[in-house]
């Protein structure tokens, strides 16, 4: 799987958009890019994934650039309950292969 | 539906000494993992089930750590002797085989903290 680079820290006010970024320069064709997240004391949690279009669920945007070497996470309105580690996961869809984390983005979402 | 249970919580325990922790994954989900976060990093893969078959078990110390998953479901995960390094989180998660939106997203449990003095 690709290697993933991304800032160890970020702050974002309450009620305003968080985007995340993250460079996966050497992405192949077939992988997909994924971002999990990690409140304190709880086990990571999907959030979402795609493989070179935008993609938009309930709980954030994914935008993936056209060369796809680097995709932005969006959390169009964030809460205090956003405070979490982000990690940015490439991974070859289509299979049930293990999860490759880095170090991720500690985002913290001030009042 | 019910998420992925683990059991103790919590855990300290002196080096040399022997743990065990158990997992209960997603109703139906075949492949089961293990994973261990060290603090201040993301998690890393011990071992991954596929039923009750070994899929991946590169990155256990196979020379202390053990795992089984009898029957396909539930799984233990033990560790004898236990060394101070071994202090961490051990996660358990869970996923289908096949996904119809082929995303194989992984259920991740609360975590088992290991303290090692």
């Known amino acids: 799987d690709a290697k993933t680079t991304q800032p160890p820290s970020m702050d974002c006010a309450e009620g305003r958009a968080a985007n995340l970024p993250c460079n996966h320069s050497?992405?192949?064709?077939?992988?997909?890019v994924y971002w999990y997240r990690q409140i304190h004391s709880q086990g990571p949690q999907y959030i979402i994934h795609?493989?070179?279009n935008n993609e938009t669920n309930e709980m954030a945007s994914l935008i993936i650039t056209e060369d796809r070497k680097s995709s932005t996470l969006i959390l169009p309105h964030a809460t205090l309950r956003d405070t979490a580690v982000y990690y940015c996961?490439?991974?070859?869809?289509?299979?049930?292969?293990?999860?490759?984390f880095g170090s991720g983005t500690q985002l913290t979402v001030l009042p | 539906e019910a998420g992925v249970a683990q059991s103790p919580r919590y855990k300290i325990i002196e080096k040399r000494q022997s743990v065990a922790f158990w997992c209960n994954p997603i109703?139906?989900?075949?492949?089961l993992y293990w994973y261990q976060q060290i603090l201040g990093q993301g998690p890393k893969l011990l071992i991954q089930?596929?039923?009750?078959?070994?899929?991946?078990d590169s990155q256990l110390p196979k020379d202390r750590f053990s795992a089984e998953r009898l029957k396909g479901v539930d799984s233990t995960l033990k560790i004898q002797p236990a060394k101070l390094e071994d202090s961490a989180v051990y996660l358990c998660?869970?996923?289908?085989?096949?996904?119809?939106?082929?995303?194989?997203?992984?259920?991740f449990g609360p975590g088992t903290r290991l303290t090692v003095t």
């Open positions: 998660a869970s996923s289908l085989i096949a996904a119809r939106d082929k995303r194989y997203e992984q259920y």
């Open positions: 050497t992405i192949s064709g077939n992988e997909y």
């Open positions: 089930f596929q039923n009750n078959g070994v899929v991946d």
């Open positions: 795609g493989l070179k």
């Open positions: 996961i490439v991974r070859v869809a289509g299979s049930a292969r293990q999860l490759t």
């Open positions: 109703s139906g989900h075949a492949t």
